[in-house]
C-alpha cells in the first residue's frame, strides 16, 4: 500500500471543492479553468463506478470504472480516498495529486462530502470549500432540471443532500452558489485559494 510522504513543492495547496449533488460543482470548476489563472491549476479527474451521463467525457469528466477495477485501485492503495455515494464508488487517485504538488502546482479536487472529510482526517493540510445552493428548494430544481436520476434516485440525493447541508461547519470556508453568479462564484474560490497560499507560503502537503 502507498505509505504518506512528503512530496509537495513549499506552497502549493490542495483544494477540495465539496457540496451535496446538484449545487454546481462541476459547472463552477467549468468557470475556474476558463479564467487566467485558473488555468494553472491541476484538476484531478475523479475515478467511478457510476454509468456514465450524457455529455459526460471519459478522462475528464471522470474515470469510469468497473467495480472490480475500482476495487483494484482501492486494494493496492491507489486511491488518497474512496467511498459509496447514492450506491456508487468513488475515489481519488492518489499519484495525480502527488505528481501534481510535487512540481509545485496547486490541486484541485471535486469530491463529495464524504470524502472531503476522509481526506481532511488524512491530510490535515488541505484547504477544504464547501459550494451550497441559496436554498433548499433552489438545490431541488437543479437536481430536477438536470432529469440525470430515476425518480427513487432523485428522491435519495434530494434527503442526502439536505443531511449534507449540515455538514457545512466542517469546511474551512462556505461559498453559495447563487443562482446566475457562475463567474463570481469562481472568482471568489479563486480568491480563497490566492489568500490561503499567501498566509502560508511554506505549506507542505504530506500525502
Known amino acids: 500500500m502507498s505509505s504518506r510522504r512528503v512530496l509537495g513543492a513549499p506552497g502549493a495547496i490542495l483544494a477540495i ?5 446538484g449545487v454546481g460543482k462541476d459547472t ?3 468557470a475556474l479553468r476558463k479564467r487566467p489563472h485558473g488555468r494553472a491549476y491541476h484538476y484531478v479527474v475523479t475515478c467511478t463506478t457510476r454509468r456514465r451521463r450524457p455529455g459526460e467525457v471519459e478522462g475528464v469528466s471522470y474515470r469510469f470504472l468497473s467495480k472490480a477495477a475500482f476495487a483494484d485501485l482501492r486494494d493496492r492503495g491507489e486511491l488518497l480516498e474512496w467511498a459509496e455515494v447514492h450506491g456508487h ?3 481519488t487517485p492518489r499519484e495525480d495529486v502527488r505528481t501534481a504538488l510535487a512540481a509545485g502546482r496547486d490541486v484541485i479536487l471535486k469530491i463529495d462530502v464524504q470524502g472531503a472529510q476522509k481526506i481532511k482526517e488524512h491530510v490535515p ?9 441559496p436554498s433548499l428548494e433552489a438545490l431541488f430544481g437543479r437536481l430536477r432540471a438536470r432529469a440525470t436520476e430515476t425518480a427513487d434516485e432523485l428522491e435519495v440525493r434530494q434527503r442526502n443532500a439536505a443531511i449534507e447541508l ?3 461547519g466542517d469546511y474551512d470556508h462556505v461559498v453559495v452558489n447563487e443562482t446566475g453568479q457562475v463567474d463570481r462564484v469562481a472568482a471568489r474560490i479563486a480568491e480563497i485559494i490566492t489568500a490561503e497560499k499567501a ?3 511554506d505549506r507542505r502537503i504530506r500525502i
Do not use: D
Open 17 to 21: 471543492i465539496s457540496g451535496p449533488s
Open 28 to 30: 463552477i470548476i467549468a
Open 89 to 91: 464508488w468513488y475515489g
Open 125 to 133: 493540510e488541505a484547504l477544504l470549500v464547501f459550494l451550497v445552493p
Open 166 to 168: 449540515a455538514r457545512a
Open 199 to 201: 498566509a502560508r507560503p
